[in-house]
């Protein structure tokens, strides 16, 4: 009777491992999306996938992804013009069980224009965020669990936040020690930065657990 049992489980759980191999391998198919109107602000909050910034040659926002009827994406445009990507899922529990989809299914690429955008957010998990030399007027915040942040020259109007676990930081801001006051809280990693400098009229807030932080300040 024992027996009996065993090789009923076991030819459950093969069932179930072949279910959730299937589900995993349905392909990704690639998209693009461009809105209609002048976005002022990108909110992008995505869960285990690559971030590829870059800039855009038409004063337009741009972006590039993949996905399936069991992972993809909520986009919409507020009537603030404000662009929100938020990682959505129809998967079940067996859809967990295998390998997961390839590197470039699970990148996005965000074409960003220079000098248009008043405030920028990007989060993921799992994956790296990285940025091309860029300005915005307001606020520019990233945040990666599991990942690496990497930027070129970052020119923000009032603040730069970044956030990272089991990752580095590294990059360079536009302005000078002088132009901000600095906050950073380093765990289990070096970084460059001091702990705290106050009198700058921008805010450089820096987190990192275990992870190097390496900032350079540049001139305009």
């Known amino acids: 009777m024992k027996k009996i049992i065993s090789l009923a489980l076991c030819l459950m759980l093969s069932v179930l491992l072949l279910s959730g191999c299937s589900n995993s391998g349905e392909p ?17 909050e995505v869960r285990d996938r690559e971030i590829e910034g870059s ?6 926002v741009h972006v590039q992804y993949s996905e399936n009827s069991k992972e993809f994406y909520d986009i919409s445009v507020s009537d603030d013009k404000v662009l929100t990507i938020a990682s959505a899922s129809d998967k079940g529990w067996t859809d967990y069980i ?35 030399d860029l300005a915005v007027t307001g606020s520019v915040n990233l945040s ?9 020259n970052l020119d923000v109007g009032s603040a730069l936040t970044l956030n990272v676990k089991n990752g580095d930081i590294s990059g360079a801001v536009v302005g000078s020690y002088d132009d901000f006051s600095i906050q950073s809280e380093i765990k289990k990693g070096d ?3 001091p702990d705290q400098s106050e009198g700058g009229a921008k805010t450089l807030t820096v987190t990192s657990n275990n992870g190097n932080v390496h900032i350079e300040f540049v001139a305009e």
């Not at 198919?29 to 992008?44: A, C, F, M, R, V």
């Not at 800039?55 to 337009?60: A, H, M, N, R, Y």
């Open 28 to 44: 990704f198919e690639q998209k693009s999306y461009t809105p209609d109107t002048q976005i002022h602000e990108i909110h992008l």
């Open 55 to 60: 800039l855009s040659d038409d004063e337009q």
């Open 98 to 132: 295998g390998g997961k989809p390839s590197a470039e299914a699970r990148k996005i690429s965000l074409q960003i224009p220079n000098s248009l955008l008043e405030n920028l957010t990007l989060s993921t998990t799992n994956e790296n965020i990285t940025l091309p």
């Open 144 to 152: 990666s669990n599991g990942g690496n942040i990497a930027f070129g």
């Open 191 to 193: 970084s460059n930065l």
